[in-house]
């Protein structure tokens, strides 16, 4: 399983990675792989308001659907649609041509509250044992 | 977890790569590859599950068929010997306790498999049912279950049995020498899919399953619960639990043919044969969206706007590419009603199909 450094997740398995006053979101590893094939993504337009730890959007599997959460707020610049197209590719590529949300911080303070790659591990392996 | 219980197959899954997972009391693989490719395994070529977390009962004695065939809605009476009978048990008001298979292996000797999630409760219910002269033994975990199921299953397992396998019917049984090992096997399965059910002895599970997964020419994938899941919602097939319950009744659930009203008294046969004269109030029904929704167990079913029903299995098909579900709705609702599944709020548009959703 993969936990890239130059990120900060949050406890529902979403990422986060900055880029001055934007921040680009997405699901970890964990999460893709708990989900198994990802089948449709339902993401917000530009524009929206995004609430820390409020559902943003929604990931479905052949199996299960499970809400997505704002790891931080802002306002939503840019959706992925790419995913929302092809769903398939969060599975391939979570942190890359996989990533859902380009968002504008709002209050940029919130990524503190996030957990970095060593507690976001420690976090996942706790939860599969 | 440690209180979950293992298959002899636990760290052959496990070095697989298997995703493991609590199911009904025990620790099982939910998927190897990813449910989609497994899926397509099972419809192309072959695919290979453990399902030893099955419950497996035997029942002897001179009385045993009576007994059983007074505690199930099908009839024994019309099963050869080797046949598998697939069967209801009900409770006085007609409810499912469970959905098993009986195979008639002689007139005094009885194999069924019940779901593991009701074992504790089959096996309780049934001992109180047998004449004092009926003897009931378990088989689990001493005895496991390899599901073989795809249209090319007969290829993979000729070379490695010592019997023809071409006169097997389907839900029929029989015994032979399956990859070394003596054991009963049946054409029977929960796919949807020609395929075999093999019942090896626990401490010979590995021998078999190794044959028969590394068969020469890699036609063989281990498949979870996931991609089980999707083949038997596919094919149209009842889980107990979701579409099966003790407040559903087996005419509710579209399986008045499980129901043999024409044999001698049995369990619920009067509650059932009252709701077959009433009408049941709610029926069983097939559902495909006419959108991208997915609709999930639970979700609520409406027809020409107005709540019916709730959605008691569903999925996206693989195989299908769209959202199919099993739904319990009102008895009295036409098949051509405009149907919606209530997805995050919404109203969905599905329309009714018949069963199996995927034809074979």
């Known amino acids: ?129 | 977890m440690s209180d979950l219980q293992r298959t002899a197959l636990y760290h052959t899954h496990a070095a697989l790569g298997a995703k493991l997972v609590p199911f009904a009391g025990w620790e099982m693989p939910l998927r190897y590859s990813g449910d989609k490719d497994e899926v397509t395994a099972v419809r192309t070529a072959a695919g290979l599950f453990d399902v030893s977390h099955m419950g497996q009962v035997e029942l002897r004695g001179a009385n045993a068929l009576r007994d059983v065939n007074h505690f199930i809605t099908n009839d024994l009476a019309r099963a050869e010997s080797g046949q598998a009978t697939y069967t209801m048990v009900c409770n006085e008001r007609g409810g499912v306790i469970d959905d098993l298979i009986v195979y008639r292996l002689a007139d005094d000797h009885l194999f069924i498999v019940v779901n593991a999630s009701r074992a504790e409760v089959d096996i309780a219910w049934m001992r109180e049912q047998l004449s004092p002269d009926t003897t009931l033994e378990t088989f689990t975990p001493q005895r496991g279950i390899i599901a073989l199921q795809g249209p090319r299953a007969d290829e993979v397992l000729q070379p490695l049995c010592d019997a023809d396998l071409a006169p097997l019917r389907r839900h029929f049984s029989m015994t032979a020498k399956v990859c070394g090992v003596e054991c009963r096997f049946a054409r029977t399965g929960y796919t949807g899919e020609n395929g075999f059910e093999l019942f090896p002895p626990g401490e010979k599970l590995n021998e078999v399953w190794s044959s028969l997964i590394s068969h020469p020419s890699s036609l063989v994938k281990p498949c979870g619960l996931g991609a089980r899941d999707v083949c038997r919602l596919e094919a149209g097939l009842r889980l107990y639990g979701n579409d099966l319950s003790e407040d559903i009744t087996p005419l509710e659930a579209g399986l008045k043919w499980t129901v043999k009203f024409d044999k001698d008294d049995f369990i619920g046969k009067t509650a059932l044969q009252q709701q077959l004269a009433a009408g049941p109030p709610r029926k069983t029904i097939g559902l495909r969206m006419l959108d991208r929704a997915i609709p999930r167990h639970e979700y609520r079913v409406v027809a020409n706007g107005v709540d019916a029903g709730v959605v008691t299995s569903g999925i996206f098909s693989p195989t299908l590419n769209v959202g199919i579900a099993m739904a319990l709705v009102r008895g009295d609702v036409a098949d051509d009603a405009d149907y919606g599944v209530v997805v995050r709020g919404e109203p969905h548009p599905a329309e009714v199909v018949r069963m199996p959703f995927v034809k074979k």
Not at chain 1, 90 to 114: A, F, I, R, T
Request: net charge negative; proline share 5%; with cysteine.
């Open chain 1, 1 to 129: 399983m993969n936990f890239p450094t130059e990120q900060r997740y949050s406890a529902s398995h979403e990422w986060v990675r900055v880029e001055g006053n934007r921040a680009t979101i997405g699901i970890t590893d964990y999460a893709q792989d708990a989900l198994g094939d990802i089948v449709y993504c339902e993401l917000p337009d530009a524009g929206r308001e995004l609430v820390a730890g409020k559902p943003f959007g929604v990931v479905e599997s052949v199996k299960a659907a499970e809400d997505l959460y704002a790891p931080i707020s802002g306002k939503v610049v840019e959706a992925n649609m790419a995913v929302i197209d092809n769903p398939e590719v969060v599975n391939q590529s979570c942190y890359g041509d996989g990533w859902m949300l380009v968002v504008e911080l709002s209050h940029p303070g919130e990524l503190d509250g996030l957990m970095d790659a060593d507690a976001y591990r420690v976090k996942c392996e706790a939860e599969h044992h």
